[in-house]
């Protein structure tokens, strides 16, 4: 177990077996000559993964597998894992994504080269080749504001750095963003590459937050420390997003996640200025998501204007 490790890929797994095949086999046909190690957290899964897992083990000497009595979220998880990894880079990779070719060799090389910034990311796919969103910008109030209610305007994004650059539901969707290299506030935890030594010495993600928003969170301390973070637009990362979870929970855990971020690094004024933006988006997205996507959006942002 003293042998030096280049890359540990740490994939948490909570009840998704089949995409956690379809990664794995992606994985470890694309990895190259890397000295690398896989960590896989299993959340406590009640669909077979166990025992699938237990079988990867005896055939594959590079992969280690933990099993939890719970779930523990993902931050939480990915903590755990990293404590487990030998590699100087850890690649955090979600379950439900697939390797094409050597994008994970050419992020890496990239990071050797660029001792600067202790984050990078990819460029990351739907199943169906439209480009998802991979980063953004701190969710300042201005941000916050613009993302709720203007941002789907054009040129708005010029004029304010988005939280979120990516507009799935409007005619300007963003893409041009996520074709360029980027220096970015944040980039997806379901592909992070971080070399373990600014993972620990930020003290991992902040355990306080479930899902959603933990790598926004860390990528903060992270730059609060003077190291900067990359979006690079390699291709080659299929993310099927969503396996583990719904859209309308999506939606009220990063609600959740950006007000608790407000409470730890905000000052106290900007809370009640932040659920105020929240109640305003939500009020008229009821109307407009409940025409685009049925009722079940509608529904989900009726709850969280309640919450909000």
Same mark, same amino acid.
């Given at each position: 177990?003293?042998?030096?490790?280049?890359?540990?890929?740490?994939?948490?797994?909570?009840?998704?077996?089949? /995409?956690?095949?379809?990664?794995?086999?992606?994985?470890?046909?694309?990895?190259?000559? /890397?000295?690398?190690?896989?960590?896989?957290?299993?959340?406590?899964?009640?669909?077979?993964?166990?025992? $699938?897992?237990?079988? /990867?083990?005896?055939?594959?000497?590079?992969?280690?597998?933990?099993?939890?009595?719970?779930?523990?979220?993902?931050?939480?998880?990915?903590?755990?894992?990293?404590?487990?990894?030998?590699?100087?880079?850890?690649?955090?990779?979600?379950?439900?994504?697939?390797?094409?070719?050597?994008?994970?060799?050419?992020?890496?090389?990239?990071?050797?080269?660029?001792?600067?910034?202790?984050?990078?990311?990819?460029?990351?796919?739907?199943?169906?080749?439209?480009?998802?969103?991979?980063?953004? $910008?701190?969710?300042?109030?201005?941000?916050?504001?613009?993302?709720?209610?203007?941002?789907?305007?054009?040129?708005?994004?010029?004029?304010?750095?988005?939280?979120?650059?990516?507009?799935?539901?409007?005619?300007?969707?963003?893409?041009?963003?996520?074709?360029?290299?980027?220096?970015?506030?944040?980039?997806?935890?379901?592909?992070?590459?971080?070399?373990?030594?600014?993972?620990?010495?930020?003290?991992?993600?902040?355990?306080?937050?479930?899902?959603?928003?933990?790598?926004?969170?860390?990528?903060?301390?992270?730059?609060?420390?003077?190291?900067?973070?990359?979006?690079?637009? $390699?291709?080659?990362?299929?993310?099927?997003?969503?396996?583990?979870?719904?859209?309308?929970?999506?939606?009220?855990?990063?609600?959740?996640?950006?007000?608790?971020?407000?409470?730890?690094?905000?000052?106290?004024?900007?809370?009640?200025?932040?659920?105020?933006?929240?109640?305003?988006?939500?009020?008229?997205?009821?109307?407009?998501?409940?025409?685009?996507?049925?009722?079940?959006?509608?529904?989900? $942002?009726?709850?969280?204007?309640?919450?909000?």
């Amino acid at each position: 177990m003293s042998e030096t490790i280049n890359l540990s890929i740490v994939i948490l797994s909570y009840n998704t077996k089949d /995409i956690l095949k379809n990664c794995l086999q992606s994985l470890y046909s694309k990895l190259g000559s /890397i000295s690398y190690e896989v960590i896989v957290i299993d959340n406590n899964s009640k669909d077979g993964s166990r025992e $699938y897992l237990y079988k /990867i083990m005896e055939n594959r000497r590079d992969t280690h597998c933990f099993f939890m009595n719970e779930n523990l979220g993902f931050g939480r998880a990915n903590n755990f894992g990293v404590k487990k990894c030998r590699g100087k880079y850890v690649l955090l990779l979600n379950s439900d994504t697939i390797i094409k070719n050597d994008v994970i060799n050419k992020v890496l090389g990239w990071m050797k080269k660029n001792p600067s910034y202790a984050v990078a990311s990819s460029n990351l796919y739907n199943l169906d080749g439209t480009v998802q969103g991979t980063g953004g $910008y701190f969710p300042t109030l201005i941000r916050v504001f613009s993302w709720m209610t203007i941002q789907d305007f054009p040129f708005v994004d010029l004029l304010i750095k988005p939280f979120h650059p990516m507009r799935s539901n409007s005619f300007f969707k963003g893409l041009s963003f996520y074709r360029s290299e980027r220096d970015l506030d944040w980039v997806t935890g379901a592909f992070l590459m971080i070399p373990r030594t600014v993972f620990e010495d930020v003290g991992g993600f902040d355990e306080d937050f479930f899902m959603y928003m933990e790598e926004v969170e860390l990528c903060y301390r992270v730059k609060r420390k003077g190291w900067k973070v990359k979006y690079l637009p $390699y291709e080659g990362v299929v993310h099927l997003g969503g396996a583990s979870g719904t859209v309308g929970a999506s939606v009220l855990r990063e609600f959740d996640g950006v007000k608790l971020f407000y409470k730890k690094h905000c000052p106290k004024w900007q809370y009640p200025v932040l659920r105020l933006f929240f109640k305003i988006g939500c009020l008229w997205r009821i109307p407009v998501m409940g025409l685009l996507k049925g009722k079940g959006a509608a529904k989900t $942002y009726a709850k969280a204007l309640v919450e909000a």
